[in-house]
C-alpha cells in the first residue's frame, strides 16, 4: 500500500534525543519534498523540518536549529529526524509528510495544508522528568 510510516517516538527526559524515522512504502521518496510537522494538544500542526528532493535543501523552525536534524536515506526509502536537547515544549505527535510539487522547502515547510500528497499517522514524542 501507498503509505508513509513514522517511528522512534517515545519518552525521554529534557536534554534527551530521539531519532524518528519516516518510510516510505509503495512509493518512492526519491523525487519528493519531506516534512515533519509536530501537533502539541490544543495546537495547531506546525512545521518543524523539510527536506528538498532535488538538493536536500533543508529548513529548521527557530525552535528547533541547532539542535534537530534532518535528513534522507534515498536506498531506504526513509527519512530522518535526529532530536538532540529535547526540551518538554518539543512533546507533540510528529508526522511526516511527502509531496511531489513542492520545491521551496524554504518558504513552504512552515504551511502545513499545502502538503497534501502523503502523510503518515504520526508518532508520539514525550519530553518530561
Known amino acids: 500500500q501507498v503509505q508513509l510510516v513514522e517511528s522512534g517516538g517515545g519518552l525521554v527526559q529534557p536534554g534527551g534525543s530521539l531519532r524518528l524515522s519516516c518510510a516510505a512504502s509503495?512509493?518512492?521518496?526519491?523525487?519528493?519534498?519531506i516534512g515533519w510537522f509536530r501537533q502539541a494538544p490544543g495546537k495547531e500542526r506546525e512545521g518543524v523540518s523539510c527536506?528538498?528532493?532535488?538538493?536536500?535543501?533543508?529548513y529548521y523552525a527557530d525552535s528547533v536549529k541547532g539542535r534537530f536534524t534532518i535528513s534522507r536515506d534515498n536506498a531506504k526509502n526513509t527519512v530522518y529526524l535526529q532530536m538532540n536537547s529535547l526540551k518538554p515544549e518539543d512533546t507533540a505527535v510528529y508526522y511526516c509528510?511527502?509531496?511531489?510539487?513542492?520545491?521551496?522547502?524554504?518558504?513552504?515547510?512552515?504551511?502545513?495544508?499545502?502538503?497534501?500528497?502523503?502523510w503518515g499517522q504520526g508518532t508520539q514524542v514525550t519530553v518530561s522528568s
Open positions: 509528510a511527502a509531496d511531489l510539487d513542492i520545491t521551496n522547502v524554504q518558504a513552504m515547510c512552515a504551511h502545513v495544508r499545502v502538503w497534501t500528497d502523503y
Open positions: 509503495g512509493f518512492t521518496l526519491d523525487y519528493y519534498a
Open positions: 527536506i528538498r528532493s532535488s538538493d536536500s535543501s533543508t
